[in-house]
């Protein structure tokens, strides 16, 4: 089924080309980079009204009981870099105490 899908799409794709010519595709494209643009504008503008600086509130602390042992590390921090969020992942995944290096 997917050979076939596969074929009909090549094919459906080799019509469509050979329909376009290279002034229309050009401007298909540059009209398709401007909309996008656009679109990654507002959705940064979205992405801001919704952020929430967790600064701003007086969180409770967390329960003792949420904490398993006085060694325990957190899995991530807010404050740790991507690169040490990453190797906290990667020692968790293998079972190793994680945390910043």
């Known amino acids: 089924m997917s050979d076939a899908r596969n074929r009909w799409i090549a094919e459906a794709q080799a019509v469509v080309d050979e329909?376009?010519?290279a002034e229309q595709m050009d401007r298909?494209?540059?009209e398709a980079t401007?909309?996008?643009a656009e679109l990654r504008e507002e959705i940064d503008a979205i992405n801001d009204a919704?952020?929430?600086?967790?600064?701003?509130?007086?969180?409770?602390?967390?329960?003792?009981a949420m904490v398993s042992g006085s060694d325990a590390h957190p899995l991530l921090d807010s404050d740790w870099s991507?690169?040490?969020?990453?190797r906290a992942l990667?020692?968790?995944k293998a079972y190793r105490n994680g945390g910043p290096s």
């Open 19 to 21: 329909g376009l010519d």
């Open 50 to 64: 919704l952020r929430v600086d967790a600064g701003q509130f007086d969180l409770p602390a967390v329960p003792e």
């Open 28 to 30: 298909l494209r540059a």
């Open 82 to 86: 991507f690169a040490e969020r990453c």
């Open 34 to 36: 401007e909309k996008l």
């Open 90 to 92: 990667i020692d968790s």
